[in-house]
């Protein structure tokens, strides 16, 4: 009986409106569409109340009938009908609700609510350990700031950056999110206030007190800091410098190594070069005797760091005895101490002579 009464609609509507029925002729689709979808045909079927409706109120069918719009809407789309038909409830709170809409068209309000929303801000300022992190790596923030690329990659994708202008607006509007930023003086006294880490990765304070009662050292520091890190950090030139027991044990082992140096001033310069070596080796002939006769008071005096350190740490020393050639020159015009150099055997008859002598005085 449902399928007649709706025959009869069809007819009715078919005398009233037959271009709209062409229509339905010629989208078969829309009608395989509604023959193939038997469930919305038994919703209408057992859905006897709708029928009851339509049967007991005739002016909703007019006023279906002589809104022909609709029926173009119904025909050109099939699956929409059977929304507005079952549900028109639904369209109609659609229609009346124009909110709905505006979020669907105008959705790039959005994000404008999550900027706009201080309380999003607000958990991100009072969540100070983030910030602390961020804060307590000022390496990374170098890089951020130290890269002007990575910058420049953002300003040339304008499409993001109006994104990001807009959104920068309303934070360039809204001060008080950085003033709070920057008036956050806790975080900023964090980084002010601990010199001490940064110090001792980068300016190792022990060391510079070391350094700072020695100006002249100071400067060699700041200009020529890679000739420091290299002496600092080579300990195998400065063991080598303290260390090289071959040059030892050869002028020990080896005393024709010492008539080549007494046959060959050459050797003397580079000996000459170094006055302190000299001055002892040459006013103290019994300490000659020690260090041929004791080779253990040469590792004494080798593993003694702390007459190094005096060296290391007072270069004024060794500039004036670089500097004062006049030293050097004594050291070339005392023809005493070469003599007692070539004739260490005859200054030993000498004394042996003198004993003598003294013992008969």
């Not at 028109?88 to 979020?103: C, F, G, M, Y």
Request: aromatic share 2%.
């Amino acid at each position: 009986g449902a399928r007649v009464r709706v025959s009869a609609f069809l007819s009715l509507v078919g005398e009233l409106q037959p271009r709209s029925l062409e229509q339905i002729e010629l989208q078969p689709q829309s009608l395989e569409q509604i023959e193939l979808q038997p469930q919305s045909l038994e919703q209408i079927e057992l859905q006897p109340q709708s029928l009851e409706q339509i049967e007991l109120q005739p002016r909703s069918l007019e006023q279906i009938e002589l809104q022909p719009q609709s029926l173009e809407q119904i025909e050109l789309q099939p699956q929409s009908l059977e929304q507005v038909e079952l549900q028109p409830r639904s369209l109609e709170q659609i229609e009346l609700q124009p909110q709905s809409l505006e979020q669907i068209e105008l959705q790039p309000r959005s994000l404008e609510q999550i900027e706009l929303q201080p309380r999003s801000l607000e958990q991100i300022e009072l969540q100070p350990r983030s910030l602390e992190q961020i804060e307590l790596q000022p390496r990374s923030l170098e890089q951020i700031e130290l890269q002007p690329q990575s910058l420049e990659q953002i300003e040339l994708q304008p499409r993001s950056l109006e994104q990001i202008e807009l959104h920068l607006e309303q934070i360039e509007l809204q001060p008080r999110s950085l003033e709070q930023i920057e008036l956050q003086p806790q975080s900023l006294e964090q980084i002010e206030l601990q010199p001490r880490s940064l110090e001792q990765i980068e300016l190792q304070p022990r060391s510079l007190e070391q350094v700072e009662l020695q100006p002249q050292s100071l400067e060699q520091v700041e200009l020529q800091p890679q000739s420091l890190e290299q002496i600092e950090l080579q300990p195998q030139s400065l063991e080598q410098v303290e260390l090289q027991p071959q040059s030892l044990e050869q002028i020990e082992l080896q005393p024709r190594s010492l008539e080549q140096i007494e046959l060959q001033p050459r050797s003397l310069e580079q000996i000459e070069l170094q006055p302190q070596s000299l001055e002892q080796i040459e006013l103290q002939p019994q300490s000659l005797e020690q260090i041929e006769l004791q080779p253990r008071s040469l590792q004494q005096i080798e593993l003694q760091p702390r007459s190094l350190e005096q060296i290391e740490l007072q270069p004024r020393s060794l500039e004036q005895i670089e500097l004062q050639p006049r030293s050097l020159q004594q050291i070339e015009l005392q023809p005493q101490s070469l003599e007692q150099i070539y004739s260490h055997r005859a200054l030993i008859y000498v004394s042996e002579c003198r004993n003598t002598i003294c013992s008969y005085r």
